[in-house]
């Protein structure tokens, strides 16, 4: 679109925001004229060629998207190689739509084998005529002479399996076919359309095609539900016809909107209250059962992505993440020993449990096997060696005392014993703290560890073996 639109604003092409198929006489005349010179006058149908819209909510108003000027090829302007493709593409169609059929003979072979029969189709163009600039819409499959009755003899034959596949994504091409098919939009807000869907994340590009997010599913179950006559296909097209009689002023816009926004008003107040948390959260069944209760589970949409709910939430609080891990299978899994060389271990609860290990938003955290109904978490902390390593060792305070670490608002400081209430501080380097945790530091460690395991295997292995 962007593209047609420069070739408009340089004024080769014109509007391009239409669907109409209208084309001035003038340019109808012109468009014969050059036919006949330059292809002959074999390419001119008998009477020129009007079309009328398919779609009944075309803007007429508009011309059809053509040339300025039929004469001029791209070639001739000077265009980069994209607006040279539009421009070609739209010139070619001008030309096409004005042009003599083609003459195409085509031939169906019926060959019987026993008692199935296979059939054969050939086409063959006797005149191109609008095909000579359209050629890419049809090719010929041209067949060997045959004559009735000739026996055939088997050459090759080849077992194939075929699959059929499911419709294809919609691409943003194929969406705005739906969107002309439907009545829905005009051609002014197709484009708006699809940049807004993006945008909101309802669906994700993927190539190509159009995905729909989990968003993007979650509002269109809601809407299907709660607002049916809304999202209702032709719902949508009668307003664009009702805005269209506004434009054309054969409505009152004031009527139109009380007549739609009245019962509108109404349904927000009762869905105001009927709509339920599981209308936007739920996504559909899994088939986990629950770690708690056995029941199945539902996948639900959380703040954090998807996840796996008990059905019997909140009553139970049974959850597993998307494949189906629980919290504990989770916490164990974070356990790792590489876990293990930069965290002290779990703490314990007075009864002896392990306490989880967590993911909330701000990173892992020590959970009390009772969170959330218990609400007791601990911070991680570093393993002495790795504490030094970053953050050297405890300063001690003016009064002789070694400070402790705190964390606040802006991140970790050193902090006097009695802090608040003494408030000696020292400030860390927020970045410098987070590049030695994220364990650059730990690299010529590792590094080390290498290079002594690989000496023991290469070297002393043999020493000692023998
Ligand atoms: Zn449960």
């Known amino acids: 679109m962007s593209i047609a639109q420069k070739l408009y604003e340089a004024g080769y092409i014109t509007y391009m925001r239409t669907d109409s198929v209208n084309v001035s006489a003038e340019a109808v005349k012109k468009t014969q004229a050059f036919i006949a010179k330059n292809y002959g006058n074999d390419y001119l149908p008998k009477y020129a060629r009007t079309y009328k819209t398919k779609s009944k909510v075309a803007q007429e108003a508009h011309e059809a998207i053509r040339p300025s000027d039929i004469t001029k090829t791209a070639n001739k302007l000077a265009l980069d190689s994209s607006s040279d493709k539009v421009y070609t593409l739209i010139r070619n169609r ?9 003459v195409i003979e085509s031939t169906q072979v019926k060959v019987r084998v026993s008692e199935y029969f296979f059939k054969l189709n050939g086409q063959k163009i006797l005149f191109p005529g609008f095909l000579s600039v359209y050629p890419e819409s049809t090719s ?21 399996q075929h699959f059929t596949s499911p419709p294809a994504r919609y691409s943003e091409a194929s969406l705005i076919k739906s969107l002309e098919q439907y009545g829905i939009g005009r051609p002014s807000t197709y484009a708006p359309t699809i940049s807004t869907i993006l945008a909101r994340k309802y669906v994700e590009k993927e190539g190509r095609n159009l995905i729909p997010t989990d968003t993007g599913m979650v509002v269109t179950r809601l809407l299907e539900k709660h607002f049916p006559n809304i999202v209702d296909i032709s719902f949508t097209a009668n307003l664009e016809e009702d805005l269209d009689h506004i434009a054309e002023g054969k409505r009152v816009w004031t009527e139109m909107m009380h007549d739609f926004y009245q019962p509108f008003a109404k349904q927000l107040e009762v869905k105001d209250k009927e709509i339920s ?3 936007f959260t739920v996504l559909g069944k899994s088939n986990y059962k629950c770690p708690d209760c056995k029941r199945p589970m539902i996948i639900k949409l959380g703040r954090y992505g998807r996840f796996v709910s008990c059905s019997n939430f909140p009553e139970c609080k049974g959850m597993r993440s998307e494949d189906g891990k629980t919290e504990a299978d989770q916490a164990k899994e974070a356990y790792t020993n590489e876990f293990l060389s930069l965290y002290k271990p779990a703490p314990q609860t007075e009864d002896g449990k392990d306490y989880l290990l967590k993911r909330g938003r701000y990173g892992k955290f ?50 006097h014993p009695n802090y608040p209430e003494v408030k000696e501080v020292i400030r860390l380097n927020k970045k410098e703290i ?20 690989l000496f023991y295997y290469t070297h002393l292995h043999f020493l000692f073996a023998r």
């Open 94 to 102: 001008m030309l096409a739509s004005q042009m003599e059929d083609a």
């Open 140 to 160: 010929e499959q041209l067949l060997p002479k045959l004559t009735e009755s000739q026996e055939l003899f088997l050459n090759e034959l080849f077992a194939e």
């Open 277 to 279: 948390r599981d209308d």
């Open 366 to 415: 020590w959970a009390h096997p009772g969170y959330p109904k218990i609400k007791d978490a601990k911070p991680l902390e570093f393993t002495s060696a790795v504490f030094k390593k970053v953050y050297g060792t405890k300063p001690k305070s003016k009064d002789g005392k070694r400070m402790v670490l705190r964390n606040g608002k802006f991140g970790e400081f050193w902090a």
């Open 434 to 453: 987070e590049a030695k945790k994220t364990g650059s530091g730990d690299n010529l460690e590792r590094f080390c560890v290498i290079i002594a395991v």
